[in-house]
């Protein structure tokens, strides 16, 4: 039987994956915090998924999944490509090594994985070495290899990191990432902090490591009109579930799931045409608190099509159309 949202030779499965925490109040009751309850999905070789959601939806945890940094609670975090078949969420030792070479992230604040008081060389040539390069010409030429594919002129490397600007240092993260040359990388808000003309540049050489290099990116995000232009597909998450997975020109062509509709909706940049062709969505109140998931529909204290069976029986994600799944008591 055919998983829901997968594809044909994916880099990465996600076997029906959770991830809950135990939050224990002083003298209070234990309570359990489900970030990502049960998730189906798959990333091809070199296909960029986005995955999109409000704050509180799960979409960090679920990327820091997929690179290892945060275990699975149950299922299988599969990842296939330079002769490894490995579950990520078991791996240990000499294996998560070799593992953390191929699946790389790409941080929000890069200030928060680079020390900015080193040079930038010295950022570039330490990952290196700890992966065991040794030979100083070798790590030369693997510096200035990257640093050039993210269009940075190479007098650069000696500056301290603090003296570079917000999209010089997100570069050098790329930079970072990309002297692996990784087979998947989670880029987790990574141009959330960086104004509209640089947010395009790092999309574009996002873009370009895809088209070059066949890089597959898990793509998270708030922003549905940065995930259309980077996507091949959206995979759209509230309260730890998918709701919605599709094309990235389905989903904001053609939003089925009432969520997705309001994050379309709330999204200033997205063409105003298309927003215009969608019914309007007044989402009520906020994401409730992840220890206190609703039951039925997780989404029907909010949603303004409730019906009575949505509070009570969960529905489970369908395919409507070609690869175009939702979660919805309305399909
Ligand atoms: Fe709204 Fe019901 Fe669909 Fe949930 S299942 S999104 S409550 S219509």
């Known amino acids: 039987m055919q998983r829901v949202g997968s594809i044909k030779d994916p880099v990465m499965t996600f076997d029906n994956v959770s991830v809950f925490f135990t939050k224990k109040k002083f003298l209070g009751p234990k309570?359990?915090?489900?970030?990502?309850?049960?998730?189906?999905?798959?990333?091809?070789?070199?296909?960029?998924?986005?995955?999109?959601?409000?704050?509180?939806?799960?979409?960090?945890?679920?990327?820091?999944?997929?690179?290892?940094?945060?275990?699975?609670?149950?299922?299988?975090?599969?990842?296939?490509?330079?002769?490894?078949?490995?579950?990520?969420?078991?791996?240990?030792?000499?294996?998560?090594k070799e593992l953390r070479k191929y699946l790389q992230i790409i941080f929000q604040d890069p200030f928060s994985s680079i020390d900015p008081n080193m040079r930038v060389y010295d950022a570039l040539r330490i990952p290196l070495q700890s992966q065991g390069v040794r030979d100083k010409k070798e790590i030369e030429d693997r510096i200035y290899k990257v640093f050039s594919e993210v269009g940075l002129p190479s007098d650069l490397l000696w500056n301290y990191v603090f003296q570079l600007s917000g999209g010089q240092r997100q570069r050098v993260s790329i930079a970072r990432v990309l002297l692996?040359?990784?087979?998947?990388?989670?880029?987790?808000?990574?141009?959330?902090?960086?104004?509209?003309?640089?947010?395009?540049?790092?999309?574009?050489?996002?873009?370009?490591?895809?088209?070059?290099?066949?890089?597959?990116?898990?793509?998270?995000?708030?922003?549905?009109?940065?995930?259309?232009?980077?996507a091949d597909r959206v995979a759209v998450m509230y309260l730890g579930n998918l709701v919605e997975i599709g094309t990235a020109d389905k989903i904001v062509s053609n939003p089925l799931h009432p969520y997705t509709q309001a994050l379309i909706q709330a999204s200033p940049t997205i063409d105003p045409s298309l927003r215009e062709t969608l019914r309007t969505v007044n989402v009520r109140g906020e994401i409730p608190p992840s220890n206190a998931h609703p039951p039925g529909c997780k989404f029907h204290p909010r949603c303004p099509f409730v019906m009575e069976t949505c509070k009570h029986n969960i529905p489970s994600l369908k395919e409507v159309e070609n690869g175009h799944y939702v979660s919805c008591w309305l399909y």
């Open 180 to 230: 692996f040359s990784p087979s998947l990388v989670v880029a987790d808000e990574a141009v959330s902090m960086l104004d509209v003309s640089l947010k395009g540049d790092i999309l574009n050489i996002i873009k370009k490591i895809q088209n070059n290099f066949g890089v597959s990116f898990l793509f998270i995000t708030h922003e549905m009109a940065v995930a259309k232009v980077i």
């Open 31 to 96: 309570s359990v915090i489900k970030a990502v309850d049960s998730i189906n999905l798959d990333v091809g070789h070199g296909e960029i998924v986005a995955v999109v959601g409000e704050s509180g939806s799960g979409k960090t945890t679920l990327g820091r999944t997929a690179i290892g940094l945060q275990r699975a609670t149950s299922g299988k975090v599969i990842f296939t490509d330079n002769n490894l078949n490995v579950d990520v969420s078991t791996a240990r030792g000499r294996r998560w």
